[in-house]
C-alpha cells in the first residue's frame, strides 16, 4: 500500500503506503494541480484599460511641457453638475483624471495661470465650479489618486480659471497643451471633458537660456554672430551689438549676400536708411551672380521700404 504527500512549496513527492489506484489518482491530481501552477504563473490575460494611460507633451519656447494622466470615459454618465449624482461634483477636489490622477513636467520654471512655478512634476488637482475652476499644482506626487491624503500646505500654486462651454461633446476626458503662440513664449493647458473646456495659461521666458547661449556660441562658432544679430534685431535688443556682430560675420566674408541683407536690416532699424540701401543693393548685387532669386525678392523689398 503507498500513497503521495505533496508539498507544494518545495514541489517534492512522498510516497506513503496507498492502493495503485490511489497512487494513479493521486499521480493525474499531481499532473493537473502542477500543471494550473504553470498557467498561472506564465499566462497572462490582457485586456482593454476602462481608462486607457495617455501622454501629451511639447515644447513652449525652450522649455519642455508633459502630462502623464489616465482617460475616464462618460459612459452615459452626468460629468459635472451640483450634487452626487454628478461624477465629479462641484466643489469637490477631483484628481482631474483616472487611476493615479494626472502628472505635469515643466523642465523650466514658468508662469502657470499667472504665478511663477518651479521646474519639475507636481499632481493636477482641481476643483470645478459652474463658472470657475480652482486649478492646483500639489508639491507630493506619491499621493497619486488618494485625494483623501490631501494637504493643502502641500500645495505649489493655486489658481482661479474661468470654465468654458464646447459645442461638441467629448466622450473621452482629454487634456492638450494647446495655443502655442507665434513666439512661443505663452501656450494654454486645456482641460476638456463632456461639455467642459478649462485652460490654463502658461508663459515661458527663454530669454536668458538664449543670451547665454549666444555668448558660448558666438566664441565657439563666428557663425553664430550672425544667428545672434538676428535675434538682437528681432527682438528689439541691443542693435548697436547686433551691428557689431554682423560687421565681424562679414569680415573675410564680404560678398556674402545672406549676411549682407541682414545688415540691411539692422541698419534699417537703427534709423540708418542710406546705410540700408546701399547695403541691399550690395546684397541684391551678389543674390544675382549666386541666382538666388529668394535674395533678390526680398532685398527688393527692403529697398522699397527705404523710400
Not at 556682430?245 to 532699424?269: P, V
Request: charged letters at 20%; proline letters at 3%; one cysteine or more.
Amino acid at each position: 500500500m503507498f500513497g503521495l504527500i505533496i508539498d507544494y512549496s518545495l514541489h517534492s513527492i512522498t510516497v506513503t503506503d496507498c492502493s495503485p489506484n490511489c497512487i494513479m489518482m493521486k499521480h493525474y491530481s499531481l499532473i493537473f494541480i502542477l500543471s494550473v501552477f504553470s498557467l498561472s504563473a506564465w499566462a497572462q490575460i490582457q485586456m482593454p484599460q476602462g481608462s486607457p494611460s495617455a501622454t501629451v507633451s511639447t515644447v513652449v519656447g525652450l522649455t519642455d511641457v508633459k502630462v502623464e494622466y489616465s482617460r475616464p470615459k462618460i459612459k452615459g454618465r452626468k460629468i459635472f453638475g451640483a450634487g452626487a449624482a454628478f461624477v465629479v461634483p462641484f466643489g469637490t477636489l477631483w484628481r482631474t483624471a483616472a487611476n493615479a490622477g494626472s502628472k505635469v513636467t515643466f523642465t523650466d520654471e514658468v508662469k502657470f495661470g499667472g504665478v511663477a512655478v518651479p521646474k519639475g512634476t507636481y499632481l493636477l488637482l482641481t476643483i470645478p465650479s459652474a463658472s470657475d475652476w480652482t486649478v492646483i499644482l500639489y508639491k507630493e506626487v506619491a499621493m497619486g489618486g488618494d485625494t483623501d491624503a490631501y494637504d493643502q500646505s502641500k500645495d505649489q500654486v493655486r489658481v482661479t480659471v474661468k470654465a468654458g462651454k464646447l459645442t461638441e461633446k467629448v466622450e473621452t476626458f482629454t487634456i492638450e497643451i494647446a495655443d502655442v503662440s507665434e513666439d512661443s513664449k505663452t501656450a494654454n493647458l486645456q482641460l476638456m471633458w463632456e461639455n467642459t473646456s478649462v485652460k490654463i495659461p502658461i508663459v515661458v521666458d527663454f530669454d536668458a537660456k538664449v543670451l547665454k547661449s549666444i555668448e558660448a556660441g558666438t566664441k565657439i562658432n563666428p557663425n553664430n554672430l550672425v544667428v545672434s544679430a538676428v535675434y538682437y534685431l528681432e527682438q528689439g535688443k541691443d542693435l548697436k551689438q547686433a551691428l557689431s556682430w554682423i560687421n565681424t560675420a562679414l569680415e573675410g566674408n564680404s560678398d556674402a549676400f545672406w549676411i549682407l541683407y541682414q545688415k540691411a536690416r539692422i541698419q534699417k532699424a537703427m534709423n540708418d536708411k542710406v546705410g540700408a540701401l546701399a547695403t541691399s543693393k550690395a546684397s541684391w548685387e551678389q543674390a544675382k551672380l549666386a541666382n538666388r532669386e529668394d535674395f533678390l525678392r526680398m532685398n527688393e523689398e527692403l529697398q522699397k521700404s527705404l523710400k
